[in-house]
C-alpha cells in the first residue's frame, strides 16, 4: 500500500490514541466510574472526532514517510519498519482501533426506547416582569405601555406550567446557569468568580448533560454567553458543543436543526441545551425589532464600560436614557420571543414525546435602586426570572399556572422526574426538588436561596459578598458571613414592598430572626471565599479574546468605590451586629 497505507495507518493511531487519552481524561475528572456513568467513556471518545487533530497527523504522516524514503540509504531497518506499517493488516489494525468508540459506544448505551426528548433554553438576562404572563400573573409591569411584550412565549405558558415566583439563585450568569446544570446552590458547585480560584465549573460534580448522557440520551449545547464555554468547563458531558460571543438567536437554532435532524430521523431522544444572550446589553436589536419600542431621542450605551463609568459616579444617565434601556431592552426580548417561541411551537407539533424547558438565568436593573447591569446586588430585578414548561401534545398533562414560589434548582431535579432517571448517590444530593407535584396544584412555598461574591457597587453600596433568604414572602439579605464587614442586613416584605424600598430589619426584629435562623440552618449558604476547595482550580489568567469579550459584557473586575456610600435610589444597610449578638 506504499505512503497510503502509511498515511492510514499513522491518521488512524493518532486518532484513536489521542481520541482514547481525552476520554479518559475526561472520565477520571468526571467521576464517572463513581457515579456508574461509565458508558460515558465511549461515548466522549466516539464524539470526539478531532478533525484538526486528523490534518495535522495526515501531513505528519506525509513528512515521515519522505524523510524516511530519504534516509533509507542510512538506516535500512527504518524503512522496513515504515513499510510493515504501510502494510494492509497495519493499516486495518490502526483503523480499528480509531473506530472503537463507534462499536462499542452503542454497545453499553442505555434502552431508551419510549423516553421524552428534553430542549432547555436559557433566555440570558430576562427579568420576570418584562414577559406578559408573568407580569398578567403578578400585576408587576416594567413597561405598562407596551401592551403584549412576549405573545409566544405567553401561548406556550397557557398550553403548560408556568412558574410566576420563580428565583434565581444568583443575580449573574456564571453561578445562576452552574446551579441549572447541576442542580446544586452556588457555594456547592463554586462556578461563583468572575476572575480567580473558583472560576471554573467543577469537573468532578455531576451535571445535567452527563445524566442525559450516560442514559442514552444524544446530547448538545450552543452558548453565545463569554462566561458559558469549555473555558470554564461547561461543555462537561456534552457530545457536542458550540461557542461563539457573536452567535444571533437564529443561528443557534440553525445549529439546533443540524444536531436534531428531521423528526423521522432518529429514533434516540436527545437533550438540548441553548444558551441566548440576544438580550444582554448592549441592547441594539436588529432590524424590524429596533424602534419598534424604543420612541425616545437618547443615543446612550449601556456597556461594560459605560456601566463601570457609572457605577463610579465618571458618568451619569437621565431618566430618558432610562427609559431608552428599558424600551430597546424589550425590543432584544421580542426579537427572542419573535424567533424562539415559533420555533419551539414548531418543535413541539413536529416532535412527539417533547419536553421544553423556558427560562432565564437572572433579571437586569434599570436604575431600581440607583443601578444598572446586575451582579451587584441580590434585588427582585436580578433574581425573579420567568420560568415555563412546554410539552408535546401527546402528553396527558393538564395546563397549570402556578404561583407557588420554586427555583432554578428545581429544574433538573423535575425533568429526571419526568425522565424517569435516577440521581446517583455517590454524587452530591441534589438541592432543589421536583416541579412535577406542583402541577397538581397547591404546594407550598418553597425557600430560595441566593448569592453573589460581588463586591457591590459604589452606587448602590459597596457591601461585599452578599446572601439571601427568600421565604414566606419575606426577604432576608445579609453580607457574608466570612466578608471583612458580616453585620450588613436587608429586610423586605415583599407583600407590602415588592419593589423593596424599605429595609424593616429594625422594626421586624422578631421576622428577622426568624429568616437569619432557617438561612443559616438551611445548609445551602457555603463560605466560598475560603481557599478554595476545588479539584481544578488555581489562579486562571483570562486574557485576549475572551478577556475583551467578557469586559464587554460587564463580566471583568467589579467596580469598587468609597466605603458607606448610597446614592439615589440604593437602600441603606442596617447593621445588626450580629457578631456580638452571637
Not at 444617565?317 to 432584544?332: G, I, T, Y
Amino acid at each position: 500500500m506504499g505512503i497510503f497505507g502509511f498515511i492510514i495507518f499513522s491518521v488512524a493511531l493518532a486518532s484513536g490514541f489521542v481520541g482514547s487519552l481525552r476520554a479518559l481524561r475526561e472520565w477520571h475528572e468526571g467521576a464517572w466510574a463513581s457515579y456508574g456513568d461509565g458508558c460515558l467513556f465511549w461515548e466522549s471518545w466516539a464524539a470526539d472526532f478531532g478533525s484538526q487533530r486528523l490534518l495535522q497527523a495526515t501531513g505528519l504522516a506525509v513528512v515521515i514517510f519522505l524523510l524516511t524514503k530519504w534516509l533509507a540509504n542510512k538506516a535500512p531497518a527504518l524503512e522496513k519498519l515504515v513499510s510493515r506499517l504501510s502494510s494492509p493488516s497495519s493499516a486495518f489494525l490502526a483503523l480499528g482501533f480509531a473506530l472503537l468508540p463507534q462499536v462499542c459506544a452503542p454497545l453499553f448505551r442505555p434502552d431508551t426506547q419510549g423516553q421524552p426528548s428534553v430542549i432547555v433554553v436559557m433566555l440570558d438576562t430576562v427579568r420576570a416582569d418584562e414577559v406578559g404572563w408573568v407580569r398578567n400573573a403578578t400585576g408587576q409591569v416594567l413597561l405598562p405601555e407596551i401592551e403584549d411584550p412576549t405573545p409566544h412565549f405567553d401561548s406556550l405558558a397557557l398550553k403548560g406550567a408556568s412558574f410566576s415566583q420563580a428565583v434565581s439563585q444568583a443575580p449573574w450568569t456564571k453561578p445562576s446557569t452552574a446551579t441549572l446544570l447541576t442542580g446544586l446552590v452556588p457555594g456547592k458547585h463554586l462556578a461563583v468568580e468572575r476572575n480567580g480560584p473558583c472560576t471554573l465549573f467543577q469537573s468532578s460534580q455531576r451535571t445535567m448533560a452527563e445524566a442525559f448522557s450516560s442514559a442514552g440520551w444524544r446530547t448538545a449545547g450552543f452558548s453565545s454567553n463569554p462566561n458559558i464555554r469549555s473555558f470554564f468547563g461547561f461543555q462537561q458531558g456534552f457530545q457536542q458543543f458550540h461557542e461563539s460571543v457573536s452567535m444571533t438567536a437564529e443561528e443557534a437554532l440553525g445549529f439546533a436543526d443540524d444536531f436534531l435532524g428531521k423528526p423521522a430521523e432518529n429514533d434516540r431522544p436527545f437533550f438540548l441545551y441553548l444558551h441566548l444572550n440576544d438580550a444582554h446589553y448592549p441592547f441594539e436589536a436588529a432590524a424590524p425589532w429596533k424602534g419598534m419600542y424604543d420612541n425616545t431621542s437618547s443615543t446612550a450605551v449601556l456597556d461594560g464600560d459605560t456601566e463601570r463609568e457609572y457605577r463610579e459616579s465618571r458618568r451619569e444617565f437621565s431618566d430618558e436614557d432610562f427609559r431608552h434601556f428599558r424600551l430597546s431592552h424589550a425590543e432584544e426580548i421580542r426579537y427572542l420571543d419573535d424567533v424562539v417561541g415559533p420555533w419551539l411551537e414548531k418543535q413541539l407539533a413536529e416532535r412527539p414525546n417533547l419536553l421544553v424547558v423556558l427560562l432565564s438565568d437572572h433579571g437586569e436593573e434599570f436604575h431600581d435602586h440607583g443601578d444598572v447591569g446586575h451582579g451587584h446586588t441580590l434585588n427582585d430585578e436580578l433574581l425573579r426570572i420567568p420560568l415555563q414548561i412546554s410539552w408535546s401534545p401527546d402528553w396527558e398533562l393538564n395546563p397549570v399556572a402556578v404561583n407557588t414560589q420554586v427555583r432554578t434548582m428545581d429544574v433538573l431535579p423535575t425533568l429526571l422526574d419526568f425522565c424517569g432517571l435516577e440521581w446517583p448517590g455517590a454524587a452530591l444530593p441534589l438541592d432543589g426538588d421536583s416541579l412535577l407535584p406542583l402541577f397538581k396544584g397547591g404546594g407550598k412555598n418553597r425557600p430560595a436561596p441566593s448569592e453573589t461574591d460581588s463586591p457591590g457597587s459604589p452606587r448602590s453600596g459597596v457591601t461585599g459578598p452578599l446572601r439571601s433568604y427568600r421565604a414566606n414572602g419575606w426577604k432576608w439579605i445579609q453580607t457574608a458571613s466570612e466578608s471583612e464587614n458580616p453585620n450588613r442586613v436587608w429586610l423586605y416584605d415583599l407583600q407590602a414592598d415588592p419593589k423593596e424600598t424599605q429595609n424593616l430589619a429594625h422594626r421586624e426584629r422578631a421576622q428577622a430572626d426568624a429568616l437569619r435562623g432557617a438561612q443559616l440552618s438551611s445548609g445551602w449558604l457555603h463560605n466560598s471565599l475560603s481557599p478554595c476547595a476545588c479539584d481544578n482550580c488555581g489562579e486562571l489568567e483570562i486574557t485576549g479574546g475572551l478577556g475583551a469579550e467578557l469586559e464587554a459584557l460587564g463580566y471583568g473586575e467589579d467596580a469598587s468605590g468609597e466605603e458607606g456610600l448610597f446614592l439615589p435610589g440604593a437602600v441603606p444597610w442596617i447593621d445588626f451586629g450580629l457578631k456580638q449578638r452571637d
